[in-house]
């Protein structure tokens, strides 16, 4: 098999394009791809479309690329923290798609299975089926660009609504542990996304915490095989932000 490592960041991800989809992984603020992202902004590429679970908050994750105003288009299930999101959304600056998060993770592993599109249950009769959401506005608050309706089938008695496949240009993942071939480990809730969005991308940038030679890891731990994986940056480990942290006074005769 072939080394896949990238000697840096801003290396792996020189050959992304402007107007290149790009399909993120991380949840919230945990397991971003930070290092991979920051060095995105450092580049020339925009007019980017992105396939992840939220586009980060206001100055971390994709976040970064939103405030320099190099996204186009967002594909995302939560976007909830993040005010200059809302700010480009309702000022008819972003094209947003809000998509049930279940039904993000199935397109998003449909793609790298190559599927091109699957029936679920989610969103029947609502407007993710009916079609109507606003997917762009105008400056003046106007809706330019809507969800069109999906088809629907039954089975078995039951509707359901058929969802296409995702397949992104290039995606960015972030890992524990990664051997030099792509094979990768994640932590605890980062295996939220990543996987997906790493099976789902055409060249897949992982960066990784710890670089380990081939056999170093059980097989029986890898959670992604690098046959996913074509590019391997190693960043060592970063520092995790809490994205909203919650507090409560000491009880009066606590200790401190």
Same mark, same amino acid.
């Given at each position: 098999?072939?080394?896949? /490592?990238?000697?840096?960041?801003?290396?792996?991800?020189?050959?992304?394009?402007?107007?290149? %989809?790009?399909?993120?992984?991380?949840?919230?603020?945990?397991?971003?791809?930070?290092?991979?992202?920051?060095?995105?902004?450092?580049?020339?590429?925009?007019?980017?479309?992105?396939?992840?679970?939220?586009?980060?908050?206001?100055?971390?994750?994709?976040?970064?690329?939103?405030?320099?105003?190099?996204?186009?288009?967002?594909?995302? %299930?939560?976007?909830?923290?993040?005010?200059?999101?809302?700010?480009?959304?309702?000022?008819?600056?972003?094209?947003?798609?809000?998509?049930?998060?279940?039904?993000?993770?199935?397109?998003?592993?449909?793609?790298?299975?190559?599927?091109?599109?699957?029936?679920?249950?989610?969103?029947?009769?609502?407007?993710?089926?009916?079609?109507?959401?606003?997917?762009?506005?105008?400056?003046?608050?106007?809706?330019? /660009?809507? %969800?069109?309706?999906?088809?629907?089938?039954?089975?078995?008695?039951?509707?359901?609504?058929?969802?296409?496949?995702? /397949?992104?240009?290039?995606?960015?993942?972030?890992?524990?542990?990664?051997?030099?071939?792509?094979?990768?480990?994640?932590?605890?809730?980062?295996?939220?996304?990543?996987?997906?969005?790493?099976?789902?991308?055409?060249?897949?940038?992982?960066?990784?915490?710890?670089?380990?030679?081939?056999?170093?890891?059980?097989?029986?731990?890898?959670?992604?095989?690098? /046959?996913?994986?074509?590019?391997?940056?190693?960043?060592?480990?970063?520092?995790?932000?809490?994205?909203?942290?919650?507090?409560?006074?000491?009880?009066?005769?606590?200790?401190?």
């Amino acid at each position: 098999m072939t080394n896949k /490592v990238v000697a840096t960041a801003a290396e792996a991800v020189a050959d992304i394009p402007s107007g290149a %989809s790009l399909a993120v992984g991380g949840f919230g603020l945990c397991g971003i791809p930070d290092t991979l992202i920051a060095a995105l902004a450092q580049g020339e590429a925009t007019d980017l479309e992105v396939f992840s679970n939220n586009c980060g908050v206001d100055g971390q994750g994709l976040g970064v690329l939103l405030e320099a105003g190099r996204i186009r288009r967002v594909t995302a %299930s939560y976007v909830g923290e993040n005010k200059e999101f809302a700010r480009q959304y309702l000022a008819g600056e972003l094209e947003v798609e809000l998509t049930p998060q279940g039904t993000l993770a199935e397109r998003l592993r449909a793609g790298g299975a190559g599927i091109p599109a699957f029936y679920t249950p989610a969103g029947v009769g609502t407007p993710v089926g009916d079609g109507g959401l606003p997917w762009r506005y105008d400056a003046e608050g106007n809706v330019v /660009v809507a %969800s069109p309706p999906k088809e629907v089938r039954e089975f078995d008695g039951k509707r359901y609504l058929l969802e296409k496949a995702i /397949v992104a240009d290039f995606a960015l993942v972030h890992a524990e542990v990664g051997d030099t071939h792509g094979n990768l480990v994640f932590n605890k809730t980062a295996m939220n996304f990543n996987p997906l969005a790493a099976m789902a991308g055409r060249i897949t940038i992982a960066e990784v915490e710890r670089l380990v030679e081939p056999g170093e890891l059980d097989p029986a731990r890898v959670h992604l095989p690098g /046959v996913f994986v074509q590019r391997i940056v190693h960043t060592g480990p970063q520092d995790k932000r809490i994205e909203k942290r919650t507090v409560r006074r000491a009880e009066e005769g606590s200790r401190p």
